[in-house]
């Protein structure tokens, strides 16, 4: 089993930046490609960013170019560094990740970004 904690949502102003970051625990070497999804009001689950076991990023058009995804893979942890954020950034951000062995989902508890105008 993986857990993913989830932590640096917040309130921030258009144009500002936020940087999530999510710890894992539990059974890492088990861990493949991980990934931020968001939920906005009213809004189905989508991709934000993934990142492979070897650093390979993709991004969803949406946040290409203003948001950046990383991992330490020494302290476990994945980040998302979001700038030039927009009122249209508002959502719970999940982290995911991917088991290697069974291709199970495991999923954080979601933190909240709002961008006001």
């Known amino acids: 089993q993986v857990q993913l904690v989830e932590s640096g949502g917040g309130l921030v102003q258009v144009g500002g930046s936020l940087r999530l970051s999510c710890a894992a625990s539990?059974?890492?070497?088990?861990?493949?490609?991980m990934g931020w999804y968001r939920q906005g009001p009213g809004k189905q689950r989508e991709l934000v960013a993934i990142?492979?076991?070897?650093?390979?990023?993709n991004y969803s058009n949406s946040v290409k170019g203003r948001f950046t995804i990383s991992r330490d893979n020494a302290k476990n942890t994945l980040y998302l560094q979001m700038n030039s954020l927009k009122p249209e950034d508002t959502a719970v951000y999940y982290c995911?990740?991917?088991?290697?062995?069974?291709?199970?989902?495991?999923w954080g508890q979601g933190t909240q970004v709002t961008v006001s105008s």
């Open positions: 990142i492979t076991s070897g650093g390979r990023t």
């Open positions: 539990g059974s890492i070497f088990r861990i493949d490609a």
């Open positions: 995911h990740a991917v088991d290697r062995l069974t291709f199970l989902d495991y």
